[in-house]
């Protein structure tokens, strides 16, 4: 794909994490009736309209209440003697096999790298995927394990899908790579009507830190039955764009959906139609975050300034880690960043940061050297022809992370 294209591609692994799941019927599936009593236990028989498999029952408490297949069911639990969940059924419903189980306002002591996990993380990084993608985190804590098993090999990705992770939402932001906003499992836990306020409330805290950040799931969700979506699904997307999010994602919609092409077209269309609207503009501008107290920050916010005063047609970062791209592209210049660095695996992990177009190049020993570097690449990408000049960002020595110290402006 990436020779198809000529552009760097990320591959994100998704890891399941401890996603608690009932098991199967005898009919596949049974009825829960309101008032009814229904039991979860540890017996692996096949289900009944009385009883069903459920692993860890003994993490949940009397007095909580369980939603299941995505909160179309709540179940009230009555009682619970270690092996088994008594419950009452409070909204009910049909109930099939393996759907899952969420327990709201809780943190359930559940280990966010399964077994499962360790194995699946493993095997994503031999394979050179350039994200992992953590479920269910509900504390920094949870980060400890996956950071110390990823190491350098890959960006890590938080999905905020747990209420819980919002009492510690800075520290999780602080300690990731970059974050997904899962609104699937998120709204289940929490009310409909807090759901926007919390997507907007996680996008400021990423865009205070620079960490990359997606939107996903629900997106179009008509579109996995229709070819075209509601007015206010592409509401919703276009939102999500004019608050500043790096990437809006498809899940159903083209995993299993029966449109998938016309959805990836039709998110694409949307993109196009906010980026062009001149309001865009004026709120990321509104939005504009001011710099962090370090060189790079300075460097970054100086690049974005300078290129928007000179009319420059790219603002340039050179980078080796993708550092000195991140804080270009949490300043939000109107120029397109180019993001030029010697490693293709940079260059497919910085794919997913807002407005960076990524180049692959060798390395570079001086300042002239970078200067003639950016402005051939710009030419080479399309972003500039004779004449136009090109803001650059860089840092000395070279090759070194975390050393941005350098801003240059060029006539190609």
Same mark, same amino acid.
């Given at each position: 794909?990436?020779?198809?294209?000529? #552009?760097?591609?990320?591959?994100?692994?998704?890891?399941?994490?401890?996603?608690?799941?009932?098991?199967?019927?005898?009919?596949?599936?049974?009825?829960?009736?309101?008032?009814?009593?229904?039991?979860?236990?540890?017996?692996?028989?096949?289900?009944?309209?009385?009883?069903?498999?459920?692993?860890?029952?003994?993490?949940?408490?009397?007095?909580?209440?369980?939603?299941?297949?995505?909160?179309?069911?709540?179940?009230?639990?009555?009682?619970?003697? *270690?092996?088994?969940?008594?419950?009452?059924?409070?909204?009910?419903?049909?109930?099939?096999?393996?759907? *899952?189980?969420?327990?709201?306002?809780?943190?359930?002591?559940? +280990?966010?790298?399964?077994?499962?996990?360790?194995?699946?993380?493993?095997?994503?990084?031999?394979?050179?995927?350039?994200?992992?993608?953590?479920?269910?985190? =509900? =504390? +920094?804590?949870?980060?400890?394990?996956?950071?110390?098993?990823?190491?350098?090999?890959?960006?890590?990705?938080?999905?905020?899908?747990?209420?819980?992770?919002?009492?510690?939402?800075?520290?999780?932001?602080?300690?990731? &790579?970059?974050?997904?906003?899962?609104?699937?499992?998120?709204?289940?836990?929490?009310?409909?009507?807090?759901?926007?306020?919390?997507?907007? #409330?996680?996008?400021?805290?990423?865009?205070?830190?620079?960490?990359?950040?997606?939107?996903?799931?629900?997106?179009?969700?008509?579109?996995?039955?229709?070819?075209?979506?509601?007015?206010?699904?592409?509401?919703?997307?276009?939102?999500?764009?004019?608050?500043?999010?790096?990437?809006?994602?498809?899940?159903?919609?083209?995993?299993?959906?029966?449109?998938?092409?016309?959805?990836? *077209?039709?998110?694409?269309?949307?993109?196009?139609?906010?980026? #062009?609207?001149?309001?865009?503009?004026?709120?990321?501008?509104? =939005?504009?975050?001011? +710099?962090? =107290?370090?060189?790079? &920050?300075?460097?970054?916010?100086?690049?974005?300034?300078?290129?928007?005063?000179?009319?420059?047609?790219?603002?340039? %970062?050179?980078?080796?880690?993708?550092?000195?791209?991140?804080?270009?592209?949490?300043?939000?210049?109107?120029?397109?960043?180019?993001?030029?660095?010697?490693?293709?695996? %940079?260059?497919?992990?910085?794919?997913?940061?807002?407005?960076?177009?990524?180049?692959?190049?060798?390395?570079?020993?001086?300042?002239?050297?970078?200067?003639?570097?950016?402005?051939?690449?710009?030419?080479?990408?399309?972003?500039?022809?004779?004449? &136009?000049?090109?803001?650059?960002?860089?840092?000395?020595?070279?090759?070194?992370? *975390?050393?941005?110290?350098?801003?240059?402006?060029?006539?190609?």
């Amino acid at each position: 794909m990436e020779r198809a294209t000529g #552009r760097p591609i990320f591959v994100l692994a998704d890891m399941q994490g401890p996603k608690l799941r009932v098991g199967t019927f005898d009919a596949g599936k049974v009825a829960l009736v309101v008032g009814a009593l229904f039991t979860l236990d540890r017996s692996p028989a096949r289900g009944t309209v009385e009883r069903v498999h459920l692993p860890h029952p003994e993490l949940i408490a009397a007095g909580q209440s369980l939603l299941l297949d995505d909160g179309k069911l709540r179940l009230e639990v009555l009682e619970n003697d *270690g092996e088994s969940i008594r419950t009452r059924v409070m909204h009910g419903g049909m109930l099939s096999d393996r759907k *899952g189980v969420n327990v709201p306002d809780t943190i359930l002591p559940i +280990p966010v790298l399964t077994e499962k996990d360790r194995i699946d993380l493993e095997f994503a990084l031999s394979l050179g995927a350039d994200w992992i993608a953590l479920s269910f985190v =509900q =504390q +920094p804590e949870d980060l400890i394990d996956a950071r110390a098993l990823i190491g350098e090999r890959a960006g890590l990705m938080v999905k905020l899908e747990k209420p819980a992770a919002l009492d510690r939402l800075d520290e999780i932001v602080s300690a990731a &790579d970059a974050v997904m906003v899962a609104r699937g499992d998120l709204g289940v836990e929490l009310p409909p009507e807090r759901v926007p306020g919390v997507q907007k #409330r996680i996008l400021r805290s990423c865009r205070s830190r620079g960490k990359p950040v997606i939107i996903a799931t629900q997106m179009l969700e008509s579109m996995t039955l229709a070819p075209v979506p509601t007015r206010a699904e592409a509401s919703d997307v276009a939102t999500a764009i004019y608050d500043g999010a790096d990437a809006v994602m498809l899940s159903a919609e083209s995993a299993s959906g029966g449109y998938p092409v016309q959805a990836v *077209g039709m998110m694409d269309r949307i993109i196009k139609e906010v980026e #062009r609207d001149p309001l865009y503009r004026s709120l990321l501008d509104a =939005q504009h975050e001011l +710099p962090l =107290q370090t060189p790079s &920050d300075a460097i970054c916010a100086a690049l974005r300034d300078v290129a928007q005063t000179i009319c420059a047609v790219a603002a340039v %970062t050179y980078t080796t880690s993708g550092h000195t791209s991140l804080r270009a592209t949490r300043q939000r210049p109107s120029a397109p960043i180019l993001g030029i660095t010697p490693k293709l695996s %940079t260059a497919r992990r910085l794919a997913l940061a807002w407005g960076v177009h990524c180049a692959v190049s060798h390395d570079v020993e001086t300042v002239d050297e970078i200067v003639t570097a950016a402005c051939a690449i710009a030419v080479r990408e399309g972003l500039a022809s004779a004449g &136009d000049r090109v803001a650059i960002a860089a840092g000395m020595p070279f090759g070194e992370p *975390g050393t941005t110290n350098i801003l240059r402006i060029a006539r190609v």
